[in-house]
T-cell receptor, first 118, second 114 residues
């Protein structure tokens, strides 16, 4: 079974500062995908960034970047120049192909609640 | 860009009633996933469909059933509702080929069972 662990239930950061959210996972699979989803107070689930395990290069999307350490099974999210709109719950998620197309079910961590302080 | 559409957005039911949740995937997405998110919890996978066939099943109660139709929209049918079914239900869709592992979520349906 795959597990995803987010060890920081809550974090806060000053506006314009940088913050890093941690995520570790456990799997025996070699080919898989990792994601960070953002869930603001509206509770919409918004894809922030994705990483393919076979790619060594860390993914980047504007102010969001990841530090993917495959050997350590670590997948942290760095948010630069934090903005008030970044206040949300952040979920780390994992998937691989369980049994063919349509089987990329996501396993989520418990989430980290991030507050950006003005 | 078009997003996943879910209806209704809010639903209030009594215990033992039935509910039907609908999901319309992003155009040209043929795979649909359903998740349940209880209060203060992470989303839990329920069931998925690929090309109108059930492709995977998670922790979905026997009281729930789902299907995907010829136009790729999906419906989650919930019977004999219990208080514990109160949750946010997400539908997510993914494309057929490139990027099929990446899911895009709808806004969710908030179900309250009284």
């Amino acid at each position: 079974a795959q597990t995803v662990t987010q060890s920081q239930p809550e974090m806060s950061v000053q506006e314009a500062e940088t913050v890093t959210l941690s995520c570790t996972y456990d799997t025996s699979e070699n080919n898989y995908y990792l994601f960070w989803y953002k869930q603001p107070p509206s509770r919409q689930m918004i894809l922030v960034i994705r990483q393919e395990a076979y790619k060594q290069q860390n993914a980047t999307e504007n102010r969001f970047s990841v530090n993917f350490q495959k050997a350590a099974k670590s997948f942290s999210l760095k948010i630069s120049d934090s903005q008030l709109g970044d206040t949300a719950m952040y979920f780390c998620a994992f998937t691989y192909t369980y049994s063919g197309a349509g089987s990329y079910q996501l396993t989520f961590g418990k989430g980290t609640k991030l507050s950006v302080i003005p | 860009a078009a997003g996943v559409i879910q209806s209704p957005r809010h639903l209030i039911k009594e215990k033992r009633e039935t509910a039907t949740l609908k999901c319309y995937p992003i155009p040209r997405h043929d795979t649909v996933y359903w998740y349940q998110q209880g209060p203060g919890q992470d989303p839990q996978f329920l069931i998925s469909f690929y090309e109108k066939m059930q492709s995977d099943k998670g922790s979905i109660p026997d009281r729930f059933s789902a299907q995907q139709f010829s136009d790729y929209h999906s419906e989650l049918n919930m019977s004999s509702l219990e208080l514990g079914d109160s949750a946010l239900y997400f539908c997510a869709s993914s494309p057929l080929t490139v990027g099929q592992e990446t899911q895009y979520f709808g806004p969710g349906t908030r179900l309250l069972v009284l």
